[in-house]
Nanobody, 116 residues
Framework: VQLQASGGGLVQTGGSPRLSCEASGIILSINPMAWYRQAPGEERDFVARIRGDGYTNYAAFLKDRFTISKDDTKNTVYLQMNSLTPDDTAVYFC???????????WGQGTQVTVSS
């Protein structure tokens, strides 16, 4: 299983980047996927999750600013982020949750830096 995250970089406050996570070795229509983030010196925090059937849930602190989605035909999960602030600066990780004894799996992470 490989998870390749991309789309991070330097963003201005208020920006709206979209992260992508291309998965191989798993089937998104079955496997729940999630995004986490880890700020410097902090623990890794849950951000958003999407099930195989498309049901989503989010961390409460996001206040509806982020949207997780997926394209099963491309085996890719997305995280649309809006109204970013410097507090959103972190490495964002793609995660394939454990299912039927396989996983969890983690991608390498993509850095998002929000300038003030």
């Amino acid at each position: 299983v490989q998870l390749q995250a991309s789309g991070g970089g330097l963003v201005q406050t208020g920006g709206s980047p979209r992260l992508s996570c291309e998965a191989s070795g798993i089937i998104l229509s079955i496997n729940p996927m999630a995004w986490y983030r880890q700020a410097p010196g902090e623990e890794r925090d849950f951000v958003a999750r999407i099930r195989g059937d498309g049901y989503t849930n989010y961390a409460a602190f996001l206040k509806d600013r982020f949207t997780i989605s997926k394209d099963d035909t491309k085996n890719t999960v997305y995280l649309q982020m809006n109204s970013l602030t410097p507090d959103d600066t972190a490495v964002y990780f793609c995660n394939a949750e454990e299912i039927m004894g396989r996983g969890p799996y983690w991608g390498q992470g993509t850095q998002v830096t929000v300038s003030s």
